[in-house]
């Protein structure tokens, strides 16, 4: 509860934008991946898209109960996924649920446990078997707390400047797909 106040009095008294680049995003029917330390800043975006209908990914421990609480206070689907291993039993249903037409799906491209911006193939999967886009959000804030953890998570302060760019790209191809693993090890990041 208090933290959904605070989060509302930063994004009453911060000056927020929204830079697109790349192609243009159908956010009624995206794959939005972002960085997992940025997460906290999510509301916010939610908050702004708050005529959309979007799902999001949550942990299923005791810290997801508490997301979850302010997820749905904004109207935002939680879908309580395990961390590592544990996840891919719920793989049929996630990705049932990114092929629902008309709705924003969200997961951490780094998450659950890292590394630190180094992107899993999740996302990347999700847009090529729901055949929507795939956008990536890099989070630009100007005045934040940075926590000391393995995501470096941020935290940002009232009267604050908030960029969110947002990458917009293709569907996810089969053939980057096959060669995900390859393009990991040959360094491959997405700017952060």
Not at 5 to 13: D, I
Not at 14 to 42: A, L, M, P, R, T
Not at 71 to 77: A, C, D
Not at 102 to 120: C, E, Q, T, W
């Amino acid at each position: 509860m208090i933290f959904n106040l605070y989060l509302n009095f930063v994004y009453k008294t911060s000056k927020i934008n929204f830079i697109e680049q790349g192609k243009k995003i159908d956010y009624n029917n995206s794959i939005i991946g972002f960085w997992h330390g940025e997460s906290c800043c999510n509301y916010l975006i939610c908050k702004h898209f708050k005529d959309k209908a979007i799902d999001i990914i949550v942990t299923e421990d005791k810290r997801g109960d508490y997301i979850s609480n302010i997820l749905e206070k904004y109207k935002v689907t939680p879908l309580r996924v395990g961390d590592g291993c544990r996840a891919k039993d719920k793989l049929r249903e996630i990705i049932t649920t990114a092929q629902i037409p008309n709705r924003i799906f969200m997961v951490a491209l780094d998450g659950p446990l890292g590394p630190y911006h180094v992107p899993k193939k999740l996302a990347f999967m999700l847009s090529n078997k729901s055949n929507k886009q795939l956008g990536i959000i890099r989070t630009d804030v100007k005045r934040k707390i940075i926590l000391k953890r393995w995501d470096k998570y941020i935290i940002p302060l009232p009267f604050n400047n908030i960029t969110f760019n947002i990458e917009g790209n293709d569907i996810i191809s089969n053939e980057f797909l096959n060669n995900f693993k390859y393009i990991q090890e040959m360094g491959y990041t997405i700017k952060g």
